[in-house]
């Protein structure tokens, strides 16, 4: 049994209801809403799945001492990019530790294309959603649209981290892997 855990902020729990639907097996409008889940094959379970956009959060929950935001909007961080990258990181690794998940999984945005990132005991798979919102002049239409495709590229990879294709990973562009072996 592979257990799964996430840690999501502008993904805001969809990607753990997601696997936890699958791993169910649940049909219909219970079931998952992204049919590349179907193709799974292994046994996973969902040990948690955590919506975490406040910096206290992070802080207090995931027990983390991130980097300091460009803004907080009544608690909630706003990253440019690059920290979205490095905060989803932290975020999917402190979950998977704390949790006993094999897996983890962290998602953040503030200003930029987000932060994406699947820790497993081996290597963390770190990408942007690939779409483009700024959280301080909230655009409800660009903020989904990044939503959705931050979904759709985390489960993706997520996806091809189970299947172990690592080729695969590296086509998506905009990735980058990082042993986690010392």
């Excluded at 005991?121 to 690939?130: D, L, P, R």
Aim: include cysteine; hydrophobic fraction near 40%.
């Amino acid at each position: 049994m592979i257990k799964v855990a996430t840690a999501e902020c502008f993904t805001h729990g969809h990607i753990a209801r997601e696997i936890h639907a699958i791993s169910q097996g649940y049909e219909g409008k219970f079931g998952p809403n992204y049919p590349l889940l179907k193709n799974i094959t292994q046994d996973l379970t969902v040990v948690c799945g955590i919506f975490a956009p406040t910096l206290s959060a992070l802080q207090k929950v995931l027990e983390v001492d991130p980097p300091e935001p460009l803004k907080l909007i009544r608690g909630i961080k706003v990253y440019n990019e690059e920290n979205d990258k490095k905060v989803a990181v932290i975020m999917a690794e402190s979950v998977k530790n704390l949790s006993g998940a094999d897996i983890g999984i962290g998602t953040t945005a503030g200003i930029g294309r987000g932060g994406v990132a699947i820790s497993t005991g081996e290597y963390t798979v770190v990408a942007s959603s690939g779409f483009y919102a700024d959280l301080t002049t909230p655009d409800s239409l660009q903020l989904f649209k990044r939503q959705e495709c931050g979904i759709k590229k985390a489960l993706s990879i997520f996806v091809d981290v189970l299947d172990g294709d690592v080729d695969r990973i590296e086509r998506y562009g905009d990735i980058e892997i990082i042993n986690n072996e010392k």
